[in-house]
Every structure is written in structure tokens, then in C-alpha cells.
């Protein structure tokens, strides 16, 4: 594996599940100096062949081979200071074993992954003050030949899973925002997490089940309004919680959405490419706390039934 | 046009809409020695290089070419004395002209159609006493060569549109019984609508928006409970028209059901092929009745919408 130039002093970065969303956020990182070790799966060879090739609205660059830290096994990566983990949350059971071999009694895990449950499930195997929780807002997926293409948006919200606020937070925050990263720290990631929901819920959801782009989804009143009542009920969980958002958010996000165009959400790719969906995460962990909290979510329930049949 | 042999004194039968359900039951009286005209649309050069060629569970036939009188327009057919209205709900619009041309003073209108609101408008334009309502309980579809593949069941109910028994329903159901149909007269055709209805709206919906098989559909505990949703709702809807089903119907029919194998209702099979789906006779009309009754049904407006989608 070569070295990242100037990176004595650094803090080593291991970025676990080198995707997408893994490779446009970690190679940021490298492209600004930092000591990034990524664990692909199916990109390896991509990857020690023509580097990390990355199209983005904030601009393209590439990680040439000679300088990417492409690993295939946790085996030949170092302890890291800092475990980003990006991995599909359908490979959540692998945590342990992904994950246990880089940590030292310093190392803290960011998660960047979708939907609920990934942070209480690295604080119930690691600890609960290793954990930091991150959301991505980013339009991004990859091609064929490896190419990231990061289409809109890309901020990161980073807050403490045990909701304490820390100096390293920041320290994190100031990482990413010093590698062209747009990042926050927030105080309530709880607040964060639901608001992706509010979004991913209806558009992966939707998109995956009936295999439609977010535009057509979106395109009459009647889907719009369905994609609104599904949101409606999200925010309605969210209440029963204490995470109150405004009133418009639903209406809001969905104006949003049309500056997208026809965007294939992670969901809808995973299916036309027959790929296990992330309804657990997505659709199920949501699910569980509406029937725990006894909030009626119809339209969810019959999303995630639909998520997955066989 | 050939002539059928020996038809002489029997009723004229016109059939508007060759499609499966048409060519099969119009091919059964056919079979029997009754004067039935069919108006083809795509299926036509088939029907007049290869005939009616049927593989039934009820006994495999063929009305050759020299005794089969396919139309491609009404214009070339007579009067008729019993209308059969075999037409895909998407055409209803159509009604006018393809119908009245075909009519004298005694003639009488079946339809056959899938979902609500077609005794209704042939009511409105053709008067309601020339109205019966009929369903035909069939698994069946036509393959691109033309022949007809009946699968399994079959039975008929019909019923008078009006409520008021008359003497002419049985003597079309006895038409039907003497040729190999299983046909029975219902008191309350509503009853038999909004059974079938039970029935249609979760497999011909849910199989066409998610492009599923009916085995699929209910192969896990998650799916055949979102049937089992559906047809519930369904059931409330008819129940606040006064029409009561038996508590266990829902688990019969998904149990009946299991035999069909992976059966492709009529509805995926025409998102399969690109046409427009029945949307508005199997979902809308009896969402209608929902609204308009103030029948919470959740599911029923999810699947709506999602089967409208671009």
C-alpha cells in the first residue's frame, strides 16, 4: 500500500465501504492531505487501476493509483484514528468484523450510513462514546467503470450519538470543512436523522418499490400528494418523539426535489441492480418506533411490506 | 362474413372486445352453434389466419377461420340481440360508438367488464332495462399468437343492473350454461361486484404497480398481510353499502388463491405490455365510494395513486 504524502502528522482515516458516498467523502479528505484508507469490495479493481475519479458539482478531481490507499481486506489497513463507515446498512451484521480490527482505545467511529439504528448498533459492539452519528445530503452514485458522479447538494450534519457535545466533534467538523466538504455539527442528531427520513422514506421507498425516478414520482398531484402523506406521517413519528419540524417542511422538501431532475435514489439503483434494498434501515427501524409509540403510519406500513416482497 | 351453421333462430350475439375474456366465452357460445360476431381490435389477422384457438381447463376447442365471424369494425356487423361487453375499462369511452350501431329496441347490453361504474354509464347511454351486470371469475389471457390460454375457474353471475328479477337473466345464463359455462344468476349483483372487487383490487393493483405474480405477492407473513389489509378495506367499503361479506372471506380467498401459482392478473400483464391500466374501474370507483361513504382505507389511496404515477 503506498503512503499519502505529508501525512506523517495527520490523523489516518479508514474509510470502511468504499462506495459511493465512501469514495466521494473520503477522497475529498485524501485530496486535501489526509491519510485515507479505503476497504472496497467490488471497485478494487477499478481502483488500483485508475484511482478515484470523481465528477462534482464542487468540483472534479482524482486520486491517481499511485496515490490511493485501496485495501480489499481489513487486514492490511492500519489502526485509525478516525473509521468512517459508509457501508450499505444491509452489511450492518459485518460491523464487528470490518470494524473491530482498526480500532485502538482512541478511535472514534463517524457513521455516514442511511437511516435508523446504525449508531446504536456500533455503541451497543464499540462503546457508546466512540460513536459520532453523520448524515450525508448528497445526490451521488457511481458507474460502471468507478467513476463517482456527485451530482447536488453534499452537506455532512455530524453529531455526539451520546448527545454530550465534545471539542472533537468540531475538531471532525474542521476536517471535513478544510477538504471542501460543506460540514455542520449539530446539537440534535436525533433532529438531523429524522429530517433525512423525512425525505428518504417516500423517495427510496418509493423509488425502489415501483422502480420510478424521483421526478416522476412527483410529476401529478396525486403522486406529490401521496410522497406529501408519507412524509406527513414520518414528521408525525418524529412528534412522538420531541422532534417537532415545521409545519411546510413536507411541501418544502418536495419543491426541492424538482431542481433534481429524473434522480435515481441509492434505493431504486440497489433494486435494477438486484442488490438486497435498505429497507430495515430505512423503512423497518422508523416502522418499529411508530407501532412502539402507537402512531398510525398506514402508508409506511404498506411501504415497507411492499419493500420487501420477495 | 361466413355464416354459422344451424343459427338461424337463435339470438344474434355480438362481442365487443375480443380480447381473452371475449374470445373465450363468445368462442364457448360459438362452439355451441350460437351466431356470435366478435369485434377485434390487434387480434384480428390472427383470428382470421388461425381462428379461435383455445387450451382451456374446461376442454380445449377451436372455431376455425370458415365458421368464425370476426369483425374489425361494427359497421359490418348486424343488430344483435344480446351485446356482450368484453372491452379493457380503458376504452369505455368508446361505448357510444361501438354500441349503438349494434342496437335495436330489444336488445339487451351484458358487460362483463373488470370493476365499478360500467352498468352504470351503459345505463346512462343505452338506458338502464337493457342493462345486466356480469362477472366472469376466470384466470385467462391470450398469448401474442392469439390463442387463448384458460387457466382455471371461470363461473359467471350475472345479474339485472335494475335489482328487478326478470325471466330474460336466466335465459341468458341458461345460453351460457348450455355452452360449457359455468354460470349462475345473483340476486344482488353488487354482492358479486364488490366480492370480485375483494379480490382484484389487492392482486390486479398491487401486481401491477410492483410487477409481481400473485405467489409473490403472498409468499411471507409481511405480504399476505398487506393483501389481507386491502381486501378489509374493501370489505368496509361494501359493508357501508349494506352488502356484509363472511369475517373469514379475506383469508379464503388469499388461501384459494395459493393455487393459481404465479398467475399475472390482467392489470400486469397490460403494464408489462405498455398499455394503459384499468386504474379507474378497479381502483378510483371504488375509491370514490370510500370518500364518499367516509371509509378510511389508507392502503386503497396508496394504491391508487402509485398505479396513476407516471
Chains 1, 2 share one sequence.
Not at 424521483?214 to 412528534?239: C, F, H, P, Q
Request: aromatic share 8%.
Amino acid at each position: 500500500v503506498p503512503r499519502a504524502r505529508g501525512a506523517a502528522s495527520k490523523p489516518v482515516i479508514a474509510v470502511i465501504g468504499a462506495g459511493a458516498v465512501g469514495c466521494y467523502y473520503g477522497g475529498r479528505l485524501a485530496q486535501h492531505g489526509f491519510p485515507v484508507h479505503f476497504l472496497f469490495r467490488s471497485g478494487y479493481s477499478n481502483a488500483v487501476s485508475r484511482g478515484l475519479v470523481v465528477k462534482s458539482v464542487r468540483g472534479d478531481f482524482k486520486i491517481p493509483p499511485s496515490r490511493l490507499l485501496a485495501h480489499r481486506s481489513t487486514r492490511t489497513m492500519p489502526k485509525a484514528d478516525l473509521v468512517v463507515v459508509t457501508l450499505k446498512t444491509t452489511a450492518n451484521d459485518q460491523y464487528k468484523s470490518l470494524i473491530q480490527p482498526l480500532l485502538k482505545s482512541t478511535s472514534i467511529i463517524v457513521t455516514l450510513q442511511n437511516g435508523l439504528g446504525n449508531e446504536e448498533h456500533l455503541a451497543k459492539l464499540f462503546g457508546k462514546d466512540r460513536v459520532v452519528g453523520g448524515l450525508a445530503f448528497t445526490c451521488i452514485y457511481r458507474l460502471n467503470n468507478g467513476t463517482i458522479q456527485h451530482l447536488d447538494y453534499g452537506q455532512i450534519h455530524l453529531g455526539e450519538f451520546s448527545g454530550k457535545q465534545r471539542e472533537r466533534t468540531a475538531r471532525i467538523a474542521a476536517m471535513f470543512s478544510s477538504s471542501n466538504i460543506d460540514c455542520k455539527v449539530v446539537d440534535d442528531l436525533r433532529y438531523a436523522r429524522w429530517e433525512k427520513l423525512v425525505w428518504n422514506i417516500p423517495f427510496n421507498g418509493l423509488g425502489a418499490v415501483l422502480d420510478k425516478t424521483t421526478d416522476k414520482l412527483i410529476a401529478t398531484e396525486v403522486g406529490s400528494g401521496l410522497v406529501n402523506r408519507l412524509m406527513l406521517e414520518v414528521m408525525r413519528v418524529a412528534k412522538s418523539l420531541g422532534i417537532h419540524f415545521p409545519a411546510n417542511m413536507a411541501d418544502k422538501k418536495i419543491a426541492g426535489t424538482r431542481s433534481m431532475g429524473a434522480y435515481q435514489t441509492s434505493m431504486q439503483i440497489d433494486r435494477r441492480a438486484g442488490r438486497p434494498l435498505e429497507s430495515r434501515a430505512l423503512l423497518y427501524e422508523p416502522l418499529k418506533i411508530a407501532r412502539l409509540k402507537k402512531v398510525a403510519v398506514p402508508c409506511l406500513e404498506m411501504l415497507y411490506a411492499m419493500s420487501v416482497l420477495p
